[in-house]
């Protein structure tokens, strides 16, 4: 059992920076990848990045590549997401998750309770 918990959200002027962590529980947490999703108002969950177990490898949605840049520290067992450049379209309830394997659907085991990120326009 993996228990998530997001934190670093808030309201944010559209260029600002934002740094979300996750931190988990346990002691397997190298052992699974780790992803961030968000989902606004009214729309679908989406993928936003995924980083690999031993962080080797990252993967990102088109529209924040060069953006965002997900991280992880195992020996802290937490994840991050790097958010500069934010615009009001990236306002949304962001959430991590984990899983077997990398993945850019939201088919991961664990999944935190979300951390809600507002850009102004």
């Known amino acids: 059992q993996v228990q998530l918990v997001e934190s670093g959200g808030g309201l944010v002027q559209a260029g600002g920076s934002l740094r979300l962590s996750c931190a988990a529980s346990?002691?397997?947490?190298?052992?699974?990848?780790m992803a961030w999703f968000r989902q606004a108002p009214g729309k679908e969950r989406e993928f936003v990045a995924v980083?690999?177990?031993?962080?080797?490898?990252?993967y990102y949605k088109d529209s924040v590549k060069g953006r965002f840049t997900i991280s992880r520290d195992n020996a802290k067992n937490t994840v991050y997401l790097q958010m500069n450049g934010l615009k009001p379209e990236d306002t949304a309830v962001y959430y991590c998750?984990?899983?077997?394997?990398?993945?850019?659907?939201?088919?991961?085991?664990?999944w935190g309770q979300g951390t809600q990120v507002t850009v102004s326009s």
């Open positions: 998750a984990a899983g077997a394997v990398v993945s850019t659907t939201p088919e991961y085991r664990y």
């Open positions: 346990g002691r397997t947490f190298s052992t699974y990848a």
């Open positions: 980083i690999s177990r031993s962080g080797g490898n990252t």
